[in-house]
């Protein structure tokens, strides 16, 4: 053990043996040198390495050390191929920023804005008039703001309107979206008191109008996006909300939570209130997402009456919340190709993978397939298949997107073996398995992302050095 232990090769020997190979600060390899040599050790220790000829940089130590400080080394933060053929996927950043959203980011980045200056007075200014025209453009709102993320847009209109005083909110409606956003605790957080109406599938006008009383602020009206009730169901259109709202004096709140800004009937999807429907119902304030259907940054959009949005604008807690530079660049940019719906649909990624039609996807697929057996070789059964894909994000939980998929078989290797695989790829591929076949979906992985998967699939199907015996 002890001439184990002097074999392994000094710190500095490691670190001139990566220098050239591994682009890294020094100090962070000298950190991972240290703990592969001590994860070395532990190997010796244990009997796991028992021959010196293992100890050899110019060997399989030093291709073992080179795999571990590549991956160690790293940004954790890292880009990721999506063949799940879910196109607003929470857990991968949600949407795909488009071009000119990209640009506009580091247009903005790499120097000085007029953040809080305006330009026409020389003066200080409000960050949130850089995008208010166009969002009141666009809705057909009289005003609007933007804070960090629906949930904050939702909390925030509830505390700056209706603190100490009765919400009215549909049983069906209090729903709890991922990362335990639930109304009812968003409610009680932001000061006000819940008053819940109806039965969980059924809820009439009078029901709400029953609950009205002298401390009544508001009628709330919260779009079920992450579930569906069907059957024997029925809820109040936010029209007649508003019409019941203005016969007492009180306000209507409604969350899209996702929100679009174009009618997505055309692909398939059933139909859902967009938020210029929203706002000329009559809503005082209208709330929803700027990285889902929308397709921009995170952002939590809020349109509506000019009072009630300048009541929102002026609570203190809206600096809490308040978006950056990046995100304000991001979403101007994605909101003006909105002014041109069919510029939109083109170069607004969420739109463009949403909206592609299942003749356009079988086409690609064959190509992607055609590139892959050139690359993987003849050992792997490699064909196109139909398949279905969702728009995710919480937005239509119930439909499908109708799509094609390459399905990958590898020879030797199990499917779930092959997806742990491609999580270690440079970048990493993420797709879905179907029964023991690997399976890309064409609708979330772009033509110029071919070629990066076919270079994933290659390093993931191809022995390593890594599956030997230590010794």
């Known amino acids: 053990m002890k001439e184990l232990f002097r074999a392994l090769p000094p710190v500095d020997v490691c670190l001139a043996f990566l220098d050239g190979r591994i682009d890294a600060p020094r100090a962070l390899l000298k950190d991972l040198v240290n703990t592969f040599l001590e994860s070395c050790r532990e190997r010796i220790r244990n009997g796991r390495i028992t021959d010196v000829r293992a100890l050899s940089l110019e060997e399989r130590l030093g291709r073992e050390m080179l795999r571990f400080i590549r991956r160690e080394a790293r940004p954790k933060f890292r880009r990721v191929l999506n063949a799940t053929g879910v196109v607003v996927h929470t857990n991968l950043g949600r949407s795909v920023l488009a071009p000119e959203a990209v640009a506009a980011v580091q247009r903005i980045c790499s120097g000085y804005a007029n953040l809080e200056f305006d330009l026409e007075t020389g003066k200080r200014g409000s960050r949130y008039s850089l995008v208010e025209k166009l969002l009141c453009r666009l809705t057909g709102a009289e005003a609007a703001l933007v804070v960090n993320n629906n949930a904050a847009a939702v909390f925030l209109a509830l505390e700056a309107l209706c603190r100490g005083r009765e919400v009215v909110v549909a049983r069906g409606q209090l729903v709890e979206i991922g990362g335990s956003f639930r109304i009812p605790d968003i409610m009680v957080r932001s000061g006000t008191v819940l008053r819940e109406v109806g039965c969980t599938n059924r809820v009439h006008l009078k029901d709400y109008e029953e609950a009205i009383g002298p401390e009544t602020a508001a009628l709330m009206h919260v779009h079920t996006s992450n579930f569906r009730v069907v059957g024997f169901h029925s809820e109040v259109p936010a029209a007649e909300l508003v019409r019941l709202a203005?016969?007492?004096?009180?306000?209507?709140?409604?969350?899209?939570?996702?929100?679009?800004?174009?009618?997505?009937?055309?692909?398939?999807?059933?139909?859902?209130?967009?938020?210029v429907a929203a706002v000329g119902s009559g809503a005082d304030v209208v709330t929803f997402s700027g990285d889902k259907v929308l397709g921009g940054p995170q952002a939590g959009i809020l349109v509506g009456r000019a009072q009630a949005i300048a009541a929102i604008k002026a609570d203190p807690l809206n600096r809490m919340l308040r978006v950056d530079k990046m995100t304000l660049a991001a979403l101007e940019a994605t909101l003006r190709l909105y002014i041109d719906p069919g510029k939109a649909e083109t170069c607004v990624p969420t739109l463009r993978m949403t909206l592609a039609r299942p003749e356009e996807l079988e086409r690609r697929a064959r190509r992607l397939a055609a590139l892959l057996k050139r690359t993987l070789g003849g050992n792997n059964d490699i064909r196109v298949a139909k398949t279905s894909s969702r728009v995710g994000g919480g937005a239509f939980p119930e439909n499908d997107l109708p799509g094609w998929m390459v399905r990958v078989c590898p020879h030797g290797l199990s499917a779930e073996e092959l997806r742990q695989r491609l999580l270690e790829t440079d970048p990493p591929l993420v797709g879905k398995i179907d029964s023991d076949a690997f399976c890309l979906d064409l609708r979330t992985l772009a033509d110029n992302?071919?070629?990066?998967?076919?270079?994933?699939?290659?390093?993931?199907?191809?022995?390593?050095?890594?599956?030997?015996?230590?010794?």
């Open 246 to 275: 203005r016969e007492h004096g009180l306000m209507v709140i409604e969350d899209l939570g996702s929100g679009s800004l174009v009618d997505l009937t055309p692909c398939g999807l059933p139909g859902e209130p967009t938020v």
């Open 449 to 471: 992302e071919f070629k990066p998967a076919a270079a994933a699939l290659a390093a993931a199907l191809a022995d390593t050095d890594g599956e030997e015996n230590d010794n």
